[in-house]
């Protein structure tokens, strides 16, 4: 057993640890309400996007950032968002096993990494992916549109731009935790591009458990006032709004994910310091005995 003094040590050590978890707990639970807060406040039009490109889908074929592409090169690009920190359980495990599984699952497939987040960036060059580009900076606790848009742009110019050029990308798709609770957050691989009304379908009824029955069947419909004003304002701005719901939604994941770690080392801080008080007082109470023992002894030989 160890010394009294060691123990005493380690009490104090571990004591330290869960104050500062403590207190990463609460930053994160004041972090999390807010990103709670905004991702919710933000989810109902990220869905009702969704919902109208699903109706008209029909009806704007001949843009490529819907309708996609007439030939496949097997070329995806893919983003993958993550934490610039640690310390937040299994939140960037989940993503980074996503990823792996979707490109053991599709070795036929040639994909490029953008990476959201430090983590992601540190993954994808350790484990040899082809890094396109990386844009850790936007990864931030506060998230406004305006750090968006440079990466939804660039992802709508890799995607339209080499369509012209038929070096596309058959589809961009984004790696990323959703939302659910406090508790309990999704590793997905949400389309990005192009809005395909299939893949619209099934993430609303797989993700967000959203009924689909009430979609209209796909039509035509006028569009007003033009084709070239939809690609050129409408759809760069729908674009950026989605993604600025994933990195919310991401963003609420991490700070989500944090809290529960953070509570889990403290609650595991606690139990240990109680142990620890344990064996120091039987410790303490064995050196007590062992020093009432020889004073007894002392006095019994000086009788004899």
Not at 116 to 127: H, N, P, S, V, Y
Request: charge should be positive; charged fraction near 25%.
């Amino acid at each position: 057993m160890a010394s009294g003094k060691e123990i005493k040590a380690r009490i104090k050590s571990v004591t330290n640890t869960k104050k500062i978890t403590r207190a990463m707990e609460l930053i994160s639970t004041v972090k999390m309400k807010k990103a709670q807060e905004w991702v919710l406040s933000s989810r109902p039009f990220a869905i009702a996007s969704l919902r109208i490109f699903a109706n008209v889908s029909e009806s704007l074929q001949d843009i490529p950032s819907i309708g996609g592409h007439t030939h496949t090169t097997k070329q995806e690009l893919q983003v993958v968002i993550s934490s610039n920190k640690g310390l937040c359980g299994g939140y960037n495990v989940n993503t980074f096993k996503k990823v792996a599984q979707y490109k053991k699952d599709h070795q036929d497939i040639t994909i490029d990494y953008i990476t959201i987040g430090k983590k992601a960036r540190e993954f994808i060059l350790r484990t040899g992916g082809n890094l396109v580009a990386d844009f850790s900076d936007v990864m931030k606790d506060t998230i406004e549109i305006q750090d968006v848009k440079p990466v939804s742009s660039m992802l709508r110019e890799l995607f339209t731009k080499q369509a012209f050029e038929k070096l596309n990308y058959d589809a961009i798709k984004v790696v990323h935790s959703y939302y659910i609770s406090a508790i309990n957050q999704k590793a997905i691989v949400k389309q990005f591009l192009p809005l395909s009304r299939a893949d619209i379908v099934e993430f609303l009824n797989e993700v967000v458990g959203q009924d689909t029955s009430t979609l209209s069947e796909p039509q035509k419909y006028t569009i007003e006032p033009d084709t070239e004003t939809i690609v050129n304002e409408v759809i760069p701005m729908i674009l950026s709004m989605l993604l600025y719901e994933i990195l919310l939604e991401s963003k609420a994941s991490e700070h989500s994910s944090r809290m529960v770690a953070m509570k889990n080392a403290k609650d595991s801080a606690t139990k240990k310091v109680s142990a620890l008080t344990l064996s120091y007082n039987k410790a303490r109470q064995a050196s007590i005995t062992k020093e009432v023992s020889e004073i007894v002894s002392g006095v019994e030989s000086m009788k004899e």
